[in-house]
């Protein structure tokens, strides 16, 4: 089994940054990528970004790419995503996900998730 475990959601305003953090442990050696993705209320759950699991390959969803960054540090077991020029609709509930497979951009590619942490953009 593999836990993860999200971190360091909250209240910001329009243009400003935040990074969220998520904490992987539990069997992590069978792991291929780890990505986030993130759900508006009344809305699909939407993928945002992936990463492979030696770091070397990124994946964005359209509505973020240029403006977030997924990065991991292998001596935290940690995956994070800076989000820059944050505006209203990139308030959701942002998961973390682990996939045994492949360096997916759907929920069924993904394994394992978190429990998620809110990010509120406000005007």
């Known amino acids: ?3 993860l475990v999200e971190s360091g ?3 910001v305003t329009v243009g400003d940054s935040l990074r969220v953090s998520c904490v992987v442990s539990g069997r992590r050696c069978g792991l291929i990528a780890l990505g986030w993705f993130r759900q508006a209320p009344g809305k699909e759950r939407e993928f945002v970004a992936a990463v492979s699991r030696s770091g070397a390959t990124t994946s964005y969803g359209d509505s973020v790419k240029g403006r977030f ?3 991991k ?4 077991n940690t995956v994070y995503l800076q989000m820059n020029n944050l505006n209203l609709e990139d308030t959701a509930f ?3 996900a682990a996939s045994n497979r492949i360096i997916g951009t ?3 590619q993904y394994d394992y998730w978190g429990r998620g942490t809110q990010v509120t953009v406000s005007a």
């Open 69 to 71: 960054t997924i990065s």
């Open 73 to 76: 540090d292998n001596a935290k």
């Open 9 to 11: 959601g909250g209240l």
């Open 106 to 108: 759907t929920v069924a």
């Open 1 to 3: 089994q593999v836990q």
């Open 94 to 96: 942002y998961y973390c």
